[in-house]
């Protein structure tokens, strides 16, 4: 069975859509980019809207994707969001996992998701 429909197979949401963000950013650097790019769109997201700058957005928006595309390339692979919508929201719900876990917090459904990706 491939690791995508073993990770399609999984009945626990977080455990699956952590595996599914694994699969997606297997590259570190993939992974490193996107704990730039992530914060930096939704900072500038949420300060445009806060501030009614379009000037935040455009500028923050270029830069937290120009992270993201950068990742990507290097792992070779499109964005998860251009395959699945539920990314838009996960996406940095699972950046925030990982710097949750840099912090020294660990979660069980992130190990489970590890285990079945093969990290």
Same mark, same amino acid.
């Given at each position: 069975?491939? !690791? ?8 626990? @949401? &977080?455990?699956?859509?952590? *595996?599914?963000? =694994?699969?997606? %950013? ?9 704990? @730039? ?6 900072? !500038? ?11 935040? @957005?455009?500028?923050? &928006? !270029?830069?937290? &994707?120009?992270?993201?595309? *950068? ?8 964005? *998860? ?6 990314? &838009? =929201? ?11 876990? =840099?912090?020294?917090? %660990? @979660? ?12």
């Amino acid at each position: 069975m491939s !690791t995508l429909n073993r990770i399609a197979s999984i009945d626990e @949401f &977080w455990t699956r859509e952590f *595996a599914y963000y =694994l699969h997606e %950013h297997r590259h570190p650097l993939n992974r490193l980019t996107h704990m @730039f790019g992530v914060p930096i769109l939704v900072v !500038t997201g949420v300060g445009a809207v806060a501030t009614l700058s379009w000037k935040m @957005f455009v500028i923050g &928006w !270029t830069i937290g &994707w120009a992270f993201q595309i *950068a990742g990507h390339r290097i792992e070779g692979n499109k964005p *998860a969001l251009l395959k699945r919508p539920i990314s &838009w =929201l996960m996406g940095p719900v699972m950046v925030m996992v990982e710097f949750l876990e =840099l912090a020294g917090l %660990h @979660f069980g459904f992130a190990r489970r998701a590890r285990t079945i990706v093969g990290l």
